[in-house]
């Protein structure tokens, strides 16, 4: 019996997940937005572990983050960021999220949103700060001025994303975007979350991180990265 569009989805679905499954939880790795080419492990944001001197050195300099996240879920994954200002014990205090995915808990939506636009949310979503499913992570590190501009764009692309689409704009596409507008290069949109938020810090760390300043503006900083800085771009 020929299967239906919807049962065809799932099908195609079922073999992607069960052909490409996600790593174990990766490290996170933290970075200050002003020397980009240094990358360090330390606790995620939703982490316990103590971190180590140069991380709370990097911290207590520039103590506002944008965090690149994805999890796990019983489907491919979710990829977004949380956002916030670190206290002085280095803990988060009260972080935010933003991320695109269907308005529902319910799969109909989901499943959906393979072939068509479905409404969309920008927010939290069950199990976006819980460090059990963090599977992969890189924490940027701004001061007050960056982040507010970083912010009041994440606000802007909230008000402008009504839809979700798997093959068109997804939550890495979002996520993606968030980046770009901070000056750094984005893998495919296409790739499962962990893999995205992997190939992200690895495009924009290390040796990396000067091919993208050279390439952007010549002095170093990239053109996004200088309108953070001099108050040109959008404001929170």
């Not at 989805?9 to 996600?22: E, I, K, N, R, S």
């Not at 499962?192 to 190939?199: D, I, L, M, S």
Request: aromatic letters at 10%.
């Amino acid at each position: 019996m020929p299967l239906s569009g919807r049962h065809t989805t799932l099908a195609l679905l079922a073999l992607f997940v069960a052909g490409c499954q996600d790593k174990p939880p990766q490290p996170n790795f933290v970075s200050a937005y002003s020397d980009g080419s240094v990358a360090v492990m330390a606790p995620s944001v939703t982490g316990n572990a103590a971190a180590s001197p140069s991380v709370k050195a990097m911290e207590a300099q520039n103590n506002y983050y944008i965090e690149f996240r994805a999890r796990y879920a019983l489907s491919y994954g979710h990829t977004y960021v949380v956002f916030g200002q670190l206290n002085s014990a280095g803990q988060a205090v009260n972080p935010e999220v933003a991320g695109l995915h269907p308005a529902s808990t319910n799969e109909v939506p989901y499943v959906l949103g393979h072939i068509v636009p479905v409404p969309s949310e920008t927010g939290w979503s069950d199990g976006d700060l819980e460090e059990a499913y963090r599977s992969a992570s890189w924490r940027v590190m701004l001061n007050q001025s960056e982040f507010n501009r970083v912010v009041g764009y994440i606000r802007k692309l909230q008000g402008s994303s009504p839809v979700w689409q798997a093959s068109v704009y997804n939550c890495n596409a979002f996520t993606g975007d968030i980046a770009k507008f901070m000056g750094y290069k984005v893998p495919s949109k296409y790739l499962r979350p962990q893999q995205f938020v992997t190939e992200l810090r690895e495009l924009n760390t290390g040796s990396n991180a000067s091919n993208r300043s050279a390439l952007n503006q010549p002095g170093g900083y990239s053109s996004t990265q200088a309108m953070l800085q001099t108050g040109r771009a959008a404001q929170p």
